[in-house]
């Protein structure tokens, strides 16, 4: 008897540490185009020096755990809306083969917000489910080319290539804030730097990750609360969700911005352009 308790007390505590185990996830940020220009100060945030530049990069996020690959964002392909932007670039699935991640490797991809640098890359990816919160869903298709929609940032290739996931059952749609996508994984509106853009909150074994996306473009914005000046719907829900992504991870390093080259100086190299958020 005493035999077969002690038996149950050990599956027991194995069920449980491979459930909090799994509910961790492995963060990496892989940055696939760098501005060759700077761009002002004064551009990516408000009220900063015309003579004070940046430089500007873009990136995606992959979460590995709980038996998935997950992207957060999916990059872009070159095509007529960003052939000319003057960058060093890898193709994001290109890039993901450095670590040997293979496009039918990705499980899901979600997606912070539809501009053409974040969502360009969903095709790519050929296995993922498609993650979206359903507002901005609504207006990337409907109301944004309407008379008075804002649409700038917007492609309309993407536009088609988001409904056709759709009309292919691989599009799920989330709506409102803190909302758990998977164990471990959690989204938070609030920003409007689309209509209803998206940032995630992540646990890995160490501490907890926040993938700001571009809701900070730059941990510039994180560190003196200022919001970017354009893209943005109401740059006072910015400001308050920059305060607010601060209060959930009081280490601003582990808040990773959008665009900024500095994510891959900050933590671990694990191949060209991509680094260990840890
Ligand atoms: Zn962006």
Request: hydrophobic content about 40%; charged content about 20%; some cysteine.
């Amino acid at each position: 008897m005493k035999y077969i308790q002690i038996l149950f007390i050990l599956l027991f505590i194995q069920i449980n540490s491979y459930a909090q185990n799994s509910n961790k996830y492995e963060v990496f940020a892989i940055r696939f185009a760098t501005e060759k220009g700077r761009i002002s100060l004064s551009f990516a945030a408000a009220g900063a020096s015309e003579k004070d530049s940046i430089q500007l990069c873009d990136m995606f996020w992959l979460l590995v755990g709980n038996g998935k690959h997950i992207l957060v964002d999916a990059g872009y392909p070159l095509n007529d809306y960003n052939k000319d932007w003057d960058s060093i670039y890898i193709r994001p699935d290109s890039a993901l083969l450095r670590i040997n991640i293979k496009p039918e490797d990705i499980t899901d991809i979600i997606i912070t917000h539809p501009h053409e640098d974040h969502v360009g890359g969903v095709n790519l990816f050929p296995s993922a489910q498609i993650w979206m919160q359903k507002d901005d869903y609504d207006y990337f298709v409907g109301a944004a080319w309407q008379k008075n929609g804002f649409n700038e940032g917007f492609y309309k290739e993407d536009v088609k290539n988001i409904v056709n996931k759709n009309l292919e059952g691989k599009l799920t749609l989330i709506k409102g804030d803190s909302i758990e996508i998977y164990p471990g994984i959690r989204a938070f509106i609030g920003s409007r730097h689309t209509w209803e853009s998206q940032y995630l909150l992540v646990n890995t074994k160490t501490d907890n990750v926040i993938i700001a996306s571009d809701n900070s473009w730059f941990y510039y914005n994180l560190e003196n609360l200022i919001p970017i000046t354009h893209y943005l719907f109401d740059p006072i829900a910015y400001l308050n969700q920059l305060k607010r992504m601060r209060v959930l991870q009081p280490n601003v390093s582990l808040i990773i911005p959008g665009h900024d080259p500095l994510v891959f100086t900050k933590f671990p190299r694990v191949a060209e352009g991509i680094v260990k958020i840890r």
